[in-house]
């Protein structure tokens, strides 16, 4: 829809000022040479802010008028061997949805932000306590009592200022969650209850967005990706039937660890559907075993 | 089997013969599985109920419910 709107009324007067971005983004980029030898154009910290400090445009919008040019934001350059300057390119346009700000939620946003997916959208209602400090990454012992998405908007802006976060300081429910994920393109479960994770799933297939499941309990974590048509946690937990609020993780608690695998799987998926690539992880449970370093895959029923 | 359950067979992945008829509980009891709050059982990627009967070729999974963040 964005993009329908910014082609149809994209005046002639922001197409020159594109091309004065473009030819001011030529004038400051400089010269670096990655480790391979090779040499490339690329753009500084610093660079980017004075563009978009001249042009009054955000950080993002410059870097993807650089990539768009062939010039490399260097703070990217380690990402593009890899996913490419289309890719990183797609990653910037890209919004993803991050419900929970804690063990899962800390580490995705981090990941998120260093991939450079250029907006999120943050949900958490909870302030950090100290039994937290084990595992949550945005979580230190100067923060304790206060607001976890404050955190993580905080966060972001020291590792990647040209994300655009928003932050909502609530609890995901069945009356607010359409407002935290229309207009984004992936949503991920980082919550920490089975019966808010059944609303959510409900809302992304409603609203045609893809959903990116995760969940830990002791050395034990899981993922799956949940397209709108998938059957997802509904071949797990029926409505009709008592959804236990919580799993074992209330006897086992987390150590730091699981969170941490299971949140790079989802933030691979997260890529994987943005850029188009690979095969997401879908109707199957991946069942991560950390201890054993074993990962098991449990096939799921389709049919409803 | 995963997680927990993994003690209570050498392998994870296993063939056990058992009666026809025989339901998830009584599978569970040859394998000396105690019943737990949290625990579900996938037959043919199906989730099912303790008392579901369990037929030749069947596929069962058994695992913990996870909802930690």
Do not use: W
């Amino acid at each position: 829809m964005n993009r329908i709107l910014n082609s149809r009324f994209k005046p002639i007067v922001v197409n020159n000022m594109n091309k004065d971005i473009r030819k001011r983004i030529n004038e400051l980029k400089r010269k670096e040479e990655a480790p391979s030898g090779e040499v490339y154009q690329g753009l500084s910290l610093q660079v980017i802010e004075t563009i978009a400090r001249e042009f009054q445009i955000s950080k993002r919008e410059v870097e993807i008028a650089a990539l768009e040019n062939e010039v490399i934001p260097i703070k990217y350059h380690r990402n593009i061997g890899t996913i490419g300057i289309p890719g990183q390119r797609k990653l910037l346009k890209a919004k993803v949805a991050v419900i929970g700000a804690g063990g899962l939620g800390g580490s995705v946003i981090e990941l998120l932000a260093r991939m450079g997916v250029g907006r999120m959208v943050v949900v958490d209602g909870d302030t950090f306590a100290e039994d937290n400090l084990n595992r949550q990454l945005l979580c230190t012992e100067k923060n304790i009592r206060k607001s976890k998405v404050t955190a993580a908007v905080g966060r972001v802006g020291e590792i990647n200022s040209a994300v655009e976060v928003t932050s909502h300081q609530a609890f995901l429910g069945a009356e607010n969650v359409d407002s935290f994920i229309t207009g984004c393109d992936v949503v991920i479960d980082a919550l920490d209850n089975i019966p808010v994770r059944l609303i959510l799933q409900e809302a992304a297939r409603r609203l045609n967005l893809p959903l990116v499941h995760g969940a830990v309990a002791g050395f034990i974590g899981e993922l799956m990706t949940i397209f709108p048509g998938d059957r997802g946690l509904g071949a797990l937990f029926k409505p009709d039937q008592d959804i236990p609020p919580t799993g074992i993780e209330t006897e086992i608690g987390t150590p730091t660890i699981t969170p941490t695998f299971i949140a790079a799987g989802q933030v691979m998926e997260a890529v994987k559907i943005i850029l188009r690539r690979g095969k997401p992880i879908r109707n199957r449970l991946r069942y991560f075993e950390v201890e054993e370093g074993k990962i098991s895959e449990i096939s799921l029923s389709t049919q409803p | 089997m995963y997680g927990i359950f993994r003690k209570y067979a050498k392998e994870n992945k296993f063939k056990v013969e058992i009666d026809p008829g025989t339901s998830v509980e009584g599978l569970m009891r040859k394998l000396k599985i105690p019943k737990m709050i949290y625990m579900m059982v996938l037959v043919n990627q199906l989730k099912v109920q303790f008392d579901h009967p369990l037929s030749p070729g069947d596929e069962v999974h058994i695992f913990q419910p996870i909802g930690g963040g």
